[in-house]
């Protein structure tokens, strides 16, 4: 349970000294919980404070901000929540939900969540825990690392609860309770009812925590990883060929595991990565976007397959697809447009690794084809590697090479080479001519032309074959033509 440090370092929080001082000035009562409370009492620093008010928690709030010189943001008025952003974090108040603190406790998603602890106990002396208001058992609960709910309508009164669960999987650890994997299943149908940014937010904390595969998996276990990603469920019982020993959805499934050993630093290409710094890929948005990609980067495959016979299937271009599906099911889930691109531009590039794999074993891995994956992928090159890598583990079928690990670590090494002594200094170069320099020359307007000649422009121009700006507008010149002709 919660360290004596932790307690004194938040009952030395300015911010909590003064809401209790207004607290007793409005008679309000006023409580830790959530958040907070559960996590100090797992030895953790809260990131954010949770408080809950017996009163107007949103008359509370603006005193509070007028009294730190804080800022006050309302987030909802139907139970009277609001944040108010100071010098030292962020405080979320929140007024009762039922007329009773134990009833608004009930109410909420898990039982480990629903505790509260009277804000005055932190300064009152003794062990604060022993004033900890628990009608729902969660303490024991929390013990125990176990998800239970709070109460039987919990999940229906919101369904992202059912998404929660699975994110506390993958933050903290806790396992489900019994039965609670039978209540998740029946409760996920309401997730069509919750925004999509709520759902998105949540996964992004689900994919970002260490065990996220392990949540992952259990998601699939519950029926609610294909209500949520629809797509993943045409690959369930797809056979693929002998290079697998999985279906489609069941490889999908161990790459997310095998990238999950890569991000903790096991297995091939720890080592090689160590070179790209010691935070690459750990930013948890960042995390959460690579997991994402390594369990849509194969979408594209169910609608690509063509059986040649009894043993094999071709997948041709499901890269191009997957990435498709991959932005779409991103967007619908509530991500960003950025984050979206992000994982379709993983996905699209998923096999090039493999293809550059092919052509080093015929001996015609070139400079060229070297940079143009650096172009297209940039600083994301350890990325695409990293998901290659998860993707080559999670395959384990009788004709897969057992040297494979070894020979795309090479290449890895290989083509990080290039990028640094022969590369990089290429690429940094500014492109020849933009957009407009091919409007004002050729006549052209906005549209796909422009972006297709600038890109044969730059192309050719790391390729050495032209080097001024003339030579770019005659060889965009001369490709119009021959596209009209």
């Not at 009294?67 to 929540?81: D, Q, S, W």
């Not at 925590?209 to 699939?220: D, S, Y």
């Not at 290409?269 to 997991?291: C, I, K, N, V």
């Not at 094999?312 to 191009?320: P, V």
Request: glycine share 12%.
């Amino acid at each position: 349970m919660a360290s004596g440090e932790l307690w004194h370092e938040i009952s030395g929080h300015p911010a909590l000294a003064a809401l209790a001082g207004l607290a007793r000035e409005g008679g309000h009562g006023l409580w830790l919980c959530g958040g907070t409370l559960r996590d100090l009492l797992m030895g953790r620093r809260a990131p954010d404070l949770d408080l809950a008010v017996a009163g107007d928690a949103l008359a509370l709030g603006q005193a509070l901000a007028r009294k730190i010189g804080g800022h006050f943001v309302p987030l909802g008025r139907e139970f009277a929540t609001c944040r108010v952003v100071g010098p030292q974090g962020e405080l979320d108040l929140a007024g009762l939900r039922a007329p009773t603190l134990a009833a608004d406790l009930a109410a909420r998603d898990f039982t480990l969540n629903a505790l509260a602890l009277p804000l005055e106990a932190l300064w009152a002396g003794g062990e604060p825990e022993s004033q900890l208001v628990d009608p729902t058992g969660g303490r024991a609960d929390l013990a125990a690392g176990v998800l239970r709910p709070a109460g039987p309508g919990v999940l229906a009164a919101d369904p992202l609860r059912v998404l929660r669960a699975f994110r506390f999987m993958s933050t903290h650890g806790f396992s489900l309770a019994p039965g609670l994997e039978q209540r998740l299943a029946g409760a996920a149908p309401g997730l069509f009812r919750v925004a999509a940014e709520r759902i998105g937010a949540e996964w992004m904390r689900l994919m970002a925590g260490p065990r996220a595969a392990r949540a992952v998996q259990a998601m699939e276990d519950c029926q609610v990883l294909t209500r949520l990603v629809p797509e993943l469920a045409a690959g369930r019982g797809l056979a693929q060929n002998p290079y697998h020993h999985l279906d489609v959805l069941g490889h999908s499934l161990a790459c997310v595991r095998a990238a999950g050993l890569l991000l903790a630093g096991r297995g091939p290409l720890a080592g090689a990565l160590a070179q790209e710094g010691p935070d690459y890929l750990q930013p948890p948005r960042r995390r959460a976007l690579f997991m994402t990609a390594a369990l849509l980067h194969d979408l594209g495959k169910p609608p690509t397959r063509e059986a040649r016979d009894q043993e094999w299937a071709t997948f041709y271009r499901h890269e191009i697809m997957g990435a498709r599906l991959a932005r779409r099911r991103c967007l619908a889930l509530g991500l960003s447009k950025a984050d979206a691109a992000w994982v379709g531009r993983l996905a699209a590039e998923h096999m090039r690794p493999f293809h550059l794999l092919g052509a080093q074993g015929r001996g015609q891995l070139t400079r060229r084809g070297v940079r143009r994956m650096l172009a297209a992928l940039g600083q994301d090159l350890p990325a695409l590697f990293l998901l290659a890598m998860a993707d080559t583990i999670a395959g384990r079928g009788p004709l897969r090479p057992p040297e494979a690990e070894g020979r795309l670590l090479a290449l890895y090494q290989e083509v990080a080479r290039l990028r640094d002594a022969e590369l990089a200094a290429a690429l940094a170069a500014p492109p020849l001519v933009d957009g407009n320099d091919l409007m004002r020359a050729l006549g052209l307007p906005s549209g796909k032309e422009v972006g297709r000649l600038l890109a044969l422009v730059r192309e050719a121009q790391l390729d050495g074959e032209i080097s001024s700006k003339d030579e770019a507008l005659a060889l965009a010149r001369e490709a119009g033509r021959q596209s009209v002709s």
